[in-house]
């Protein structure tokens, strides 16, 4: 199906004032048209892909303001507000005594034809995960998706819509939907209830949820999974293993915990007696990471894909992309009866973490991604990095390079100050191939378990192990748990550790 676009742009530009209407509507490429950001005592800024402007050098007053917001629907508790019948959000920024300072206006389209690419995957009955940096078409996607199920399959489909992002502003849906169903979430708190509420009264076949953040809303997918409901969702991360670092979202794919082997099993296994390993089946069966708008990376077995990342390999998988022609193309050497192929896993393992540094110093980041055992390599041209990591003032600042970074599409990390411990945490959390992470993990397990050791064997009192994330530390706490001694949490982040000491008797 070829692509096609309803952007309803005539509706974004009424409700601009005439002065940011006019020079707005006389640009050529109006119809690609990202955000206009109206910012009080600042010029009007319009961002486009690629470049940025400002319409008018006069400052944005009150009035202008106004003008936008008494044309627009009412601000929900999420300061997100729409426009009827359109895929428009305009969000707004509040002072301390609410007044309302800032307004992006998104523009927001309809693109037909979008889940090619992955379409026999949604009409398999399966549930999918959609996951993928800001701005690279998740809700569009997911938009498709629900139309296609209910116009093409015939499904009942219930779309909780929290932002009204997925089906616009307004009582009445947005045509995209197709014939699909929409439930609106009056508080974003409350979209874990929606979600529940929706199979219990209305008796779908699909549910199509956007952006789970909560473990209450994890929580409430597991439920609508386990009652044989398929389920469409995004969440936030832009991979698996990003997801599985997550402790509030992790159950998606299954959860993570610590198991300690007794030495047969350990020996048998040959790994260390604490591992990390799987807790439960994921609620989602496949996870689709879009890299691009036509390029995406799919986990068909998420259990094994986690099982896989848990053991330090690189896990099976699928890279489907468009050609020219719009045909989907899928290369299946990643992937040989559900085991990885030898010479992927190879090439995989030999390929570093490509760093740019702008305002931080690279002498910390090359010897903290040494000690954590990280593949890192930091590259002086932008075009060949894989992240960008700056300091808070520069960020804030938001010079050129970062300006080009997020224009690239290259994820842009933003470091609290230049010190190791900051560093550190930041790289684990980061960090991008599943090896890596798993082998940070588990050099955090043997830590743990030395430790442990070391208290039963000799007459030491206690051992502070070197400060990690609040997700480690939980695992090492259950290390200590387990083995019948205490623990405790001490400093703060990002050095704060654990102490694993004898209880006095």
């Avoid at 409901?229 to 969440?235: F, H, I, N, S």
């Amino acid at each position: 199906m070829q692509k096609t676009v309803t952007d309803d742009m005539e509706a974004m530009l009424d409700i601009l004032p005439p002065r940011i209407r006019q020079p707005l509507s006389r640009q050529k490429d109006v119809r690609n048209l990202l955000e206009v950001i109206i910012d009080l005592g600042r010029p009007v800024e319009a961002r486009f892909p690629g470049r940025e402007m400002e319409l008018d050098s006069k400052e944005v007053e009150e009035a202008d303001i106004d003008y936008v917001v008494t044309r627009i629907g009412s601000f929900g508790d999420d300061n997100r507000a729409g426009i009827e019948r359109t895929l428009h959000r305009i969000s707004a920024i509040r002072n301390r005594q609410g007044r309302i300072v800032g307004l992006t206006c998104r523009v927001g389209r309809a693109v037909f034809g979008t889940i090619k690419i992955i379409e026999d995957l949604v009409e398999s009955g399966r549930s999918v995960l959609l996951l993928g940096r800001p701005g690279v078409g998740k809700t569009t996607m997911l938009r498709e998706v629900a139309r296609v199920l209910a116009d093409d399959m015939n499904k009942r489909v219930i779309i909780v819509d929290t932002s009204n992002e997925i089906a616009g502003d307004g009582d009445i849906p947005h045509p995209a939907i197709g014939h699909a169903r929409r439930m609106q979430v009056t508080t974003p708190s409350l979209q874990h209830a929606v979600m529940i509420e929706a199979v219990e009264n209305h008796m779908p076949e699909v549910i199509v949820i956007d952006e789970i953040g909560t473990e209450l809303e994890a929580l409430a997918a597991r439920t609508i999974a386990e009652r044989g409901v398929q389920l469409v969702g995004t969440a936030h991360g832009n991979t698996l293993d990003n997801l599985m670092m997550n402790p509030t979202l992790s159950d998606l794919v299954g959860g993570i915990q610590s198991v300690t082997l007794g030495d047969e099993e350990a020996r048998r296994r040959g790994t260390q007696k604490s591992i990390l390993e799987r807790k439960s089946p994921p609620t989602f069966d496949i996870v689709v990471e879009i890299q691009d708008f036509d390029r995406v990376a799919i986990h068909p077995e998420v259990g094994e894909a986690v099982d896989a990342l848990l053991r330090g390999t690189p896990p099976g998988t699928e890279i489907r992309w468009l050609d020219e022609e719009g045909n989907v193309k899928i290369d299946k050497s990643a992937v040989d009866d559900g085991k990885v192929v030898k010479r992927r896993e190879i090439s995989s393992k030999a390929q570093p973490v490509k760093i740019y540094l702008f305002g931080v110093n690279k002498s910390r980041v090359t010897q903290a991604a040494r000690e954590m055992g990280i593949d890192a390599v930091m590259v002086e041209n932008l075009r060949d990095a894989r992240m960008f990591i700056t300091s808070r003032n520069y960020y804030q600042r938001k010079p050129q390079k970062i300006r080009d970074s997020e224009s690239m599409s290259i994820p842009v990390y933003v470091l609290r100050s230049n010190t190791p411990p900051h560093i550190r945490q930041l790289l684990s959390t980061i960090v991008s191939g599943g090896a890596g992470k798993s082998e940070y993990l588990q050099k955090a397990m043997s830590e743990a378990e030395e430790a442990v050791n070391k208290l039963k064997e000799n007459d030491e009192e206690e051992v502070e192990l070197s400060p990690q994330s609040s997700y480690i530390r939980r695992l090492q706490h259950l290390i200590a748990q387990r083995s019948d001694l205490s623990s405790r949490s001490l400093g703060k982040d990002p050095d704060r550790r654990v102490r694993i000491y004898k209880e006095q008797k």
